[in-house]
């Protein structure tokens, strides 16, 4: 299967501070990729959908102006959390698709995000 | 209302039995469905994909897509403790979004 590459896998930050998660296709142009959230015990929450070159798309309830989604190449999106609080605490995942045609979705090893 | 339904479990089999996954799907619209398994702590990782109706087999896993019905199913052959984990069903329509159900969690008992 592809390679998607996560990181870092985990950080620990201050409260108020902001904090970058790279999500790369290692081996594959990625049209699209997926920024999810999972809390313990729960499914994976979409966030947003990114495609390169363009505005994120967020899901109902997401800050965007919070988590700031940056896709600027075809290989590459970052997620942003800004002015993070201990409520943001949670195991960030990315994905990526190569296209849009029943292609499956592959993704990152996470980031444990814990902020302090 | 989840646009995607899985039994959260746990399901509990004993080794070298048939580990049996349902899932059903509410938007017609959905073309590609897939299936991941999760271990804990760590992020999904893709085991197969189905988007014909029928059945798929790879190794000891086997999908089953029923379009009419709305559902597709997961079959694990011969468990082994390793198979231990969550498993999530994804439906992908039109827009390339996947939709993740809740997840059914697997615990396979020597």
């Known amino acids: 299967g592809a390679v998607v590459s996560q990181h870092p896998s985990r950080v620990i930050c201050k409260s108020g501070t902001s904090v970058k998660i790279e999500c790369r296709s290692l081996d594959f142009q990625a049209t699209t990729m997926f920024w999810y959230r999972q809390f313990p015990k729960q499914s994976l929450m979409l966030m947003a959908t990114?495609?390169?070159?363009?505005?994120?798309?967020?899901e109902q309830g997401v800050e965007k102006d919070k988590f700031l989604i940056n896709h600027a190449s075809l290989t590459l999106s970052t997620l942003t959390v800004t002015s993070a609080h201990p409520e943001d605490s949670s195991f960030y995942i990315c994905?990526?698709?190569?296209?849009?045609?029943?292609?499956?979705?592959?993704f990152g090893q996470g980031t444990r995000l814990t902020v302090v | 209302q989840k646009e995607v339904e899985q039994n959260s479990g746990p399901l509990s089999v004993p080794e070298g039995a048939i580990a049996s996954l349902n899932c059903t799907y509410s938007d017609r619209g959905s073309q590609s469905f897939f299936w991941y398994r999760q271990y804990s702590g760590k992020s999904p990782e893709l085991i197969m994909f189905i988007y014909s109706n029928g059945d798929k087999e790879d190794g000891r896993f086997t999908a089953q897509l029923n379009k009419a019905s709305q559902y597709v199913s997961l079959l694990i052959r011969d468990s082994q403790p390793s198979d231990s984990a969550t498993y999530l069903c994804a439906a992908s329509a039109a827009g390339n979004k996947l939709t993740f159900g809740g997840g059914t969690r697997v615990l396979v008992k020597p």
């Open positions: 990114s495609n390169e070159g363009s505005k994120a798309t967020y």
């Open positions: 994905s990526a698709r190569k296209d849009t045609s029943h292609t499956e979705a592959f």
